[in-house]
């Protein structure tokens, strides 16, 4: 977690830990740009008596210098801190904020309206009760608006407030109002968004924001403060139990408990229950918090729960009601929002985390792409920042899970970059494919191991990357020949050489390139499985990849081999004339020019072929995997 993050975090707990005794509701703010979503909330907070009299000089400073309400007090600096938004007037971040009134306590989030801040928004977004959508009267209902609306439904938001904004610069028109009202109703109802609340206002001026507005006495539903303190959000317990452990808690050799937070449902002590995946069934023996046993705990409570009997339970298992199952499945359907500059990249292996468990995770091709501005699904090989898509989604082994639609917990993923540890993507859960219950893996007698024995040698995966022109193919050919004179059995996959064959039908894009990688990997994978030496030569530019073949074949068995050339040599011996084409542009997304090679970090075996022969490199890789023979 980042520092900031962290800061977060320690202010929300002491915030929420002074306000035990109230219920607490989550709620963005979003939008168009410049409808008044930081105002709304600066004039919440401000109306709250949350505002410090030295946070207040500052706004009366700031207001005049940099405010755009011509030096009256401008709200949305309160909410609008990093300077690139004060120089715009306008919200690039997730701004959260945290407040209280007699009746109840907030947290909101301020979520920009730019389309391409749209990951922020569905951050913002991920875990709230509620929406505020706000609309400018003078400009009624736009594109951003309907995003937005598509954003709020996709991520299962069930309530929303539609609050038309800026009522004062129209004259406080009920016409205005009632036009927005039935317009914006419309749209919503094909996106299945039925508690709407709507309200006529003005943040900056205050109308029917905390004290109903005189301007518009045609009005007499509840201001948004009144609205926000009384909508019941908490439905009670009516999902089934669903309790991911993020912990066991094991403070003595007398105690073993499971810590984590109620995400679904309820439980008493005595309920029945079942670990997920192993399947163990127990009962709950205690639920146990800092305060005291309780007699039940409910969603959103964080507890300990022990269990009657000793059971192997870890964290990213889920303990469910035992007469109430989730699914386990590895293969989904799902809805995928992607975050990352770098686009997403099909059968690239990622790390995907699902509650308290991180699995690894390939996704697919998208099935479309969805234009969050007119709803249309559009054909997609992939997706790029901000886009929002369907596509199936691979994992390495099977999960209990929840459709989004039923529980957020249990069906909400993220997508995490497995070399860098980034978050590039964010997801929901559809439905588990067919497949997944109806393709199983059929046990052999003979595995790997027999059939090495028969041959009397260690398979291996031998993979060499390198430039093109560096003398891959060179140095793989001679090595398979010393390795065959030496009895050993083997087979040389050259990257050329498949593409005429498994791989004819893939170009030079990024994607095809990791789906080329992907491919080979799988057949040299299987390879090793028969008990062969295999040698691939495939430039194999990214480490993300190679990562995935050393994974496919195991750690012990794959040698990566560093064929390190410098590029203007490669280029000298370029027999092809390929670089010259490149340099010409008429190759484009060549490695080397305008396509990246990412060297290896640490490769079992680096021959420089500036400095040796091919055959003193071949010698120095049989040296290796002979080495493994032994």
Partial sequence: MAHSDALIAEDIEAYLASHEHKTLLRFITCGSVDDGKSTLIGRLLYESKLVFEDHLAALERDSKAVGTQGGDLDFALL????AAER??????????RFFSTEKRKFIVADTPGHEQYTRNMVTGASTADLAVILIDGRQGVLTQTRRHSFLVSLLGIRHVVLAINKLDLVGYSQDVFDSIDLDYRR???ELGIKDIQTIPMSALKGDNVTESSTN??????????????TIVVDEGATGPFRFPVQWVNRPDLDFRGFSGTVVGGAVRPGDRVRILPSGTESNVERIVTFDGDLDEAIENQSVTLTLTDEVDASRGDVIV???DLPAVADQFEATVVWMSEDEMLPARRYLVKVGAQTVGATIDHPKHRIDVNTLEHQAAKTLGLNDIGVANLYLDRPIPFDAYSANRDMGGFVVIDRLTNATVGAGMLHFALRRADNVHWQAVEVDRAARAGTLGQAPTVVWFTGLSGAGKSTVANLVE???FALGRSTYLLDGDNLRHGINRDLGFTTADRVENVRRTAEVAALMADAGLIVLVSLISPYRAERRMARDLVGDDAFVEVYVDTPLEVAEARDRKGLYAKARRGELPNFTGIDAPYEEPEEPEVHVRTVDMSAEESADRIVERVLGIDR
């Fill in 187 to 189: 749209f919503a109802a």
């Fill in 481 to 483: 020949r010393k390795l």
């Fill in 321 to 323: 009601a035992a007469d």
């Fill in 87 to 96: 120089e715009q007037g306008i919200t690039i971040d997730v701004a959260y």
């Fill in 79 to 82: 909410v609008d801190g990093l």
């Fill in 216 to 229: 518009m006495p045609w009005y007499t539903g509840p201001t948004l403060m009144e609205h926000l303190e």
